[in-house]
């Protein structure tokens, strides 16, 4: 369980002391305690919380129980000293049939889709939302399908009508007592520069961007629900791959592995830690080449040659991978406790392998840096263009690169270590121009800094004399206490990837709510297309890196 | 409204010449049966030979589709490598991803899009039956419930090689000049006026203007009864319904 600490207890006094009543209990989750606050004063507690540090909101989940609904919030400090670092939970409890929580989508922004996330899935009211719709599922949907009482099987009707049509009306957007002659379009949801599915409602002054409104969804698959109804110990494994699918697998199965392992006390020996972090880092190298390359596509059109390089230095890395797990995306490596393999045999050559990768590695970056750096055009278009203030970026609970090229520099693997983080050297890379282009060379920095991780667990792994035990003794059947909950995160391609489990003691989690990093930081993009040019905003959305299967999930 | 509901499907099946290779020319020169023979061979080939996919990424597959038409496999080589992004350009749709009611109708809509004769070529086992995602309550249990699908590529995600091997396996038909018989599950997309009265829900009445197009999802297809489509409503469904799904 964990630790109550001197800066809890301090918080908690506080808080009593400025709001009497608002605090009903003290809970313990395995992360951190949880305040149990009054339904219709969370936004105060969580306020109160923010002014004392606490300045990320990291996820919003409710949670389903027999005799009411509850809200459950997680905020975490972002700093990037590991000492400063501290999590605590706030819960507000739902009456169980008119579930309704004051909103606290005032305090953060980022709250607000995170909130109509959980009205959407579980059907939980937050009074007071500016904008209490559904956001992943059509509309015209019929019922909450998080919850126990959903017909799975009634018919649902979906219709074309999401799309407004363009020329039927004029858009007029109100500023200052003149009304803009603005033009409303459609970007998406399969336009190629979305990279998926994403659509845009976008209402142009000009060539300016004056509204942007992201509409997702289109790529919902229900996997909270599924793995909901599936096991821990193997069945959940292959679906968090598909969550970030631009093989970031190895990290996505991490930030499952490292949830359940903490709530069902499972060791991971260091033999498997070591392997763990290898290939998290490779799948991190593959992620982030991958946005490099499209990033460029986006800017310089068809099929160019940033696209094609990043893409032969993608194969090589999913090759390495495939050698490893035997697949090139899904892979399905990880199991509670440690890794499904041992290493390829012969080793020597697959660590042959590796290394003239991360050998040829440094040539390869300076020829990127080039291209991307020498080009006059692009940094045209990549400098000063979708500017995003730390401020806004903490505001909206943005993580990852789009934080660090704010010069923020938060990383959980520095922060809140785990697997052998603690144990190699490295550095957080932050750039401080807030602009898309720092926020690409944010990415070639990690991916010189994920080489040499890469690099020294080589050399461990080589030098390797102990016992090689791939996997802990696990015990047949992983169910852990009825009634406990733990919120993790890793540091994901995209940013910090967390899961929230609520154990019931069977085999199946009660609840899974997959925090995605992707879902927060697109949530603050209209905050970065607002006010620049139509093409820039397409410059900027590539400079997210979003990936649809974890912002739908 | 476009109404692009209406596409007329023709009815493949095996064996015959397929009617969407059929030309204005081949109309012309029909009483001159080795002249339109040899003119088809000759238009199939070039149809074949230079096909124009549609780029259309949905999901995880799509990552595994930018690598085949990227460096090292490059689809470019067996002439189907130019990714067009209207659908108005293409000929070829390569459907890679998992499809949810959301998404359903604007594939559709994209499907209608593309002139004839078009193809489509579905890639992994979520666009054949849902793939891992099947159980969940929003996903489509396969492309073929409202589009015809000529090949089917599983695998999850299958290899590059394999979206290859489909291609040209689509482009050998092609050049042959047959396609594969077609089995469309209803699924309904119809005009809302076109539902019958107690099956749209009301909400639906006061909403929607009564000629929007509404999709309709079912969680399990094989609860619904197949004799519930009226024949002719529906354009996706085959003149003969097959048996079962
Ligand atoms: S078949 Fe597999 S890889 Fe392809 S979209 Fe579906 S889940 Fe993703």
């Known amino acids: ?553 | 409204m476009l109404d692009t509901s209406k596409t007329q499907i023709s009815e493949r099946r095996e064996g015959d010449v397929d009617p969407r290779m059929n030309s204005k020319l081949r109309e012309m020169f029909g009483s001159l049966p080795i002249v339109t023979t040899s003119l088809d061979k000759v238009m199939n080939w070039a149809r074949a030979s230079s096909m124009f996919p549609f780029q259309f990424g949905i999901a995880c597959c799509s990552i595994e589709m930018m690598h085949t038409v990227a460096i090292k496999h490059d689809m470019d080589r067996f002439g189907a490598g130019v990714f067009r992004n209207s659908p108005r350009q293409a000929d070829l749709m390569i459907v890679p991803g998992t499809i949810n009611a959301k998404l359903a109708p604007r594939v559709k809509r994209l499907y209608d899009q593309i002139p004839e004769p078009k193809f489509v070529v579905s890639m992994g086992s979520c666009t054949i039956s849902g793939g891992p995602f099947q159980e969940g309550y929003c996903v489509v249990k396969g492309l073929e419930t409202f589009a015809p699908v000529d090949i089917h590529v599983p695998g999850c995600p299958p290899r590059p090689e394999a979206l290859l091997y489909g291609v040209m396996k689509m482009q050998e038909k092609i050049k042959r000049g047959e396609s594969s018989p077609v089995t469309v599950k209803p699924y309904e997309i119809r005009e809302l006026q076109d539902w019958d009265r107690d099956e749209v829900a009301d909400f639906f009445e006061d909403e929607l203007e009564p000629d929007t197009l509404v999709m309709n999802y079912t969680h399990s297809p094989e609860l619904r009864e197949v004799s519930e489509v009226e024949e002719g409503v529906n354009p996706t469904t085959p003149a003969e319904p097959t048996e079962g799904d």
Not at chain 1, 152 to 170: F, G, K, M
């Open chain 1, 1 to 553: 369980m964990s630790v109550v600490t001197r800066r809890h207890e301090e918080i908690q006094e506080k808080i009593e002391n400025e709001l009497p009543d608002a605090i009903l209990d003290i809970e313990e989750h395995q992360n951190a305690p949880a305040i149990v606050a009054n339904p219709s004063r969370v936004d105060d507690v969580v306020r109160v919380l923010k002014e004392n540090g606490y300045n990320h909101l990291s996820s919003v989940s409710a949670v389903e129980y027999e005799n009411r609904y509850e809200s459950v919030y997680h905020l975490r400090r972002i700093t990037d000293d590991r000492e400063d670092f501290d999590e605590i939970n706030v819960v507000a409890h739902a009456d169980r049939d008119e579930p309704a929580v004051q909103t606290v989508s005032n305090v953060f922004k980022g709250a607000n889709w995170h909130e109509r996330e959980a009205y959407d899935l579980m059907g939980v009211r937050y009074d007071d939302h500016p904008d209490m719709r559904r956001i992943l599922l059509p509309e015209t949907w019929n019922g909450h399908p998080l919850r126990e009482e959903y017909d799975v099987d009634q018919p649902q009707y979906t219709t074309l009508e999401a799309h407004a049509n363009p020329i039927e009306e004029r858009y007029e957007v109100d500023e200052d007592e003149s009304a803009l002659d603005t033009m409303f379009i459609n970007i998406g949801p399969h336009h190629p520069a979305t990279h998926g599915v994403l659509h845009l409602k976008t209402v142009l002054d000009g060539e300016v961007v004056v509204d942007v409104e992201p509409d997702i969804g289109y790529l919902h698959r229900c996997e909270e629900y599924l793995c909901e109804r599936l096991n821990y110990k193997y069945q959940i494994m292959p679906y968090p791959d598909r969550w970030d699918y631009i093989s970031a697998g190895m990290i996505n199965e991490m930030s499952y592995a490292r949830c359940i392992e903490e709530l069902a006390d499972i060791d991971v020996p260091e033999y498997a830690q070591v392997i763990r972090t290898l290939a998290q880092e490779l799948s991190r190298i593959a992620s982030h080449m991958l946005a490099v390359g499209t990033f460029a596509l986006d800017l310089y059109g068809e099929l160019n040659v940033i696209f094609m390089y990043a893409f032969k230095d993608r194969e090589i890395v999913q090759e390495i991978l495939e050698d490893l797990s035997g697949q090139r995306l899904m892979f399905n490596y990880l199991r509670l406790g440690g890794v499904s393999y041992d290493l390829p045999e012969p080793r020597e050559e697959w660590f042959e392998k590796i290394r003239d990768f991360t050998e040829e590695l440094p040539e390869k970056m300076k020829e990127y840096r080039t291209l991307l750096e020498g080009n006059e055009l692009l940094m045209k278009r990549a400098e000063g263009t979708g500017i995003l203030e730390p401020e806004v970026a903490k505001e909206y609970g943005c993580t990852g690169p789009i934080l660090r090229g704010s010069g923020v520099g938060y990383d959980v693997r520095e922060v809140d270590p785990y697997s052998y983080y603690d144990e190699l050297d490295w550095d957080v890379v932050t750039k401080d121009g807030c602009d898309n282009l720092s926020r690409v060379q944010v990415r070639l920095g990690e991916v010189e800094q994920s080489a040499r991780i890469v690099e020294q667990c080589v050399d461990i792994l080589e030098d390797w004399d102990g016992e090689q035990e791939i996997q802990s003794r696990v015990p047949r059947s992983v169910s852990p206490p009825a009634g406990t909950e733990n919120y993790t995160a890793v540091e994901g391609a995209k940013g910090e990837l967390g899961i929230h489990i609520v154990s019931d003691g069977t085999e199946q989690p009660h609840r899974l709510k997959i925090r995605s990093p992707c879902f927060s930081n697109l949530s603050a993009f209209s905050e970065l297309a607002e006010g620049e040019y139509l093409a820039d905003m397409i410059a900027t959305l590539g400079s997210l890196d979003l990936v649809f299967g974890e912002v739908d999930r």
